[in-house]
């Protein structure tokens, strides 16, 4: 049984605490061409993001612990919106379209991500980040 509960979410946590890129992701696909990609994503504030957008997919986020914000641009790279996910608070997710700028900004330790997009992977291309 995958049951995602305080120890699994405890073990990716310790895990991107320990990785230089300060995240790491659990997968619960079974691989890269997966046409569900769904997954836990542990993410520690400092941790870079870039300022991107998928082609391909829309993405959903749930946030079950910690607190972050999304945050959506335009073409011109300029901040168009800004929402703080924080279970405490009662925003627990986001929908994100497909083609949509967007990064995340990590504002609690152990923030942990339930994610949800289309497969199969595809890695961001040149295009789709935002310099």
């Known amino acids: 049984m995958n049951l995602i509960n305080k120890e699994r979410l405890d073990a990716v946590t310790a895990a991107a605490q320990a990785s230089e890129r300060l995240r790491m992701n659990y997968n619960y696909h079974e691989d890269l061409e997966a046409p569900a990609q769904r997954l836990l994503n542990a993410l520690e504030p400092g941790t870079l993001l870039p ?10 986020y749930i946030l079950l612990r910690g607190k972050m914000d999304v945050v959506y641009y335009n073409d011109q790279k300029e901040e168009t919106e800004r929402v703080t996910l924080d279970p405490l608070q009662g925003n627990y997710g986001v929908h994100i379209p497909i083609g949509q700028w967007h990064t995340l900004e990590v504002l609690e330790s152990g923030s942990v991500l339930f994610e949800i997009k289309e497969g199969p992977y595809t890695p961001l291309a040149e295009g789709d980040i935002l310099e």
Do not use: F, G, K, P
């Open 51 to 60: 300022i991107h957008r998928h082609h391909h997919s829309a993405e959903t």
